[in-house]
């Protein structure tokens, strides 16, 4: 099992994280499901148990150590479940993250940016499988080598398109007017009609509005109201 995974170890993945990973697959894979990739968390601190993601071609699994690393917390998503993947570059790392059908979005940051790409490059595929069934799976292997991209990246520091994903802009300091108006959600003003937005531009602009709520900025009714808005879109 140690050998197969041996191929994760050339994108900056933490070795001893990997290594502990390999250790619990052998348990958790469903029969006929092979793992495509794995990507691990870098903070810019030293992180002794980063969390980990695993993409197979059955589903997602977040891996969380607990407890000082002596155990781990699993949680697992199939591809039938899983609406749309994203990626936001930021200077520190990536930020990959995916929504679900039950309106659900998980992120996990601070991964290394070619991680992040083969990631989305992979969960493309996964899903664009499901919408296409007639067409042959690609071998694991095949998707991740397709994936390739040069040793050196360029810092991200403006919104850019690669055939990877489309790079989000860290969210900005807030500096934007707000009028709320009585039981209507908060619109930044002068900005285009939600309708006109494509669905990277609705999750980045629902990740800003967390933002606001998590620093007291709008209350909770007006971000859930928001919320429910944005989803309507997605």
């Given at each position: 099992?140690?050998?197969?995974?041996?191929?994760?170890?050339?994108?900056?993945?933490?070795?001893?994280?990997?290594?502990?990973?390999?250790?619990?697959?052998?348990?958790?894979?469903?029969?006929?499901?092979?793992?495509?990739?794995?990507?691990?968390?870098?903070?810019p601190a030293i992180t002794v148990f980063p969390d980990s993601i695993i993409l197979t071609n059955k589903r997602i699994i977040i891996c969380t150590p607990k407890n000082l690393g002596l155990s781990m917390n699993f949680t697992d998503y199939t591809w039938d479940d899983i609406t749309s993947s994203f990626v936001k570059e930021n200077i520190l790392g990536s930020e990959f993250s995916f929504s679900t059908n039950t309106d659900l979005i998980l992120s996990i940051?601070?991964?290394?940016?070619?991680?992040?790409?083969?990631?989305?490059?992979?969960?493309?595929?996964?899903?664009?499988?499901?919408?296409?069934?007639?067409?042959?799976?690609?071998?694991?292997?095949?998707?991740?080598?397709?994936?390739?991209?040069?040793?050196?990246?360029?810092?991200?520091?403006?919104e850019e398109v690669t055939s990877f994903a489309e790079i989000l802009p860290a969210a900005p300091a807030v500096t934007e007017t707000y009028e709320p108006l009585p039981n209507q959600p908060v619109q930044p003003v002068g900005e285009r009609r939600l309708s006109d937005l494509s669905k990277e531009e609705l999750f980045d602009k629902l990740q800003n509005y967390k933002k606001l709520l998590d620093n007291g900025l709008i209350m909770q009714g007006?971000?859930?109201?928001?919320?429910?808005?944005?989803?309507?879109?997605?």
């Open positions: 099992m140690k050998e197969q995974f041996k191929k994760f170890l050339n994108e900056e993945q933490d070795p001893k994280a990997i290594e502990k990973i390999t250790s619990k697959l052998t348990d958790l894979l469903m029969k006929g499901e092979e793992v495509g990739y794995i990507a691990v968390q870098k903070k940051d601070y991964i290394p940016k070619i991680q992040a790409r083969k990631m989305y490059t992979y969960a493309k595929e996964q899903l664009d499988l499901l919408k296409n069934p007639v067409q042959a799976a690609a071998p694991v292997q095949e998707i991740v080598e397709e994936a390739e991209v040069e040793d050196e990246i360029e810092e991200i520091e403006t007006e971000y859930d109201a928001y919320k429910k808005e944005i989803l309507s879109y997605m």
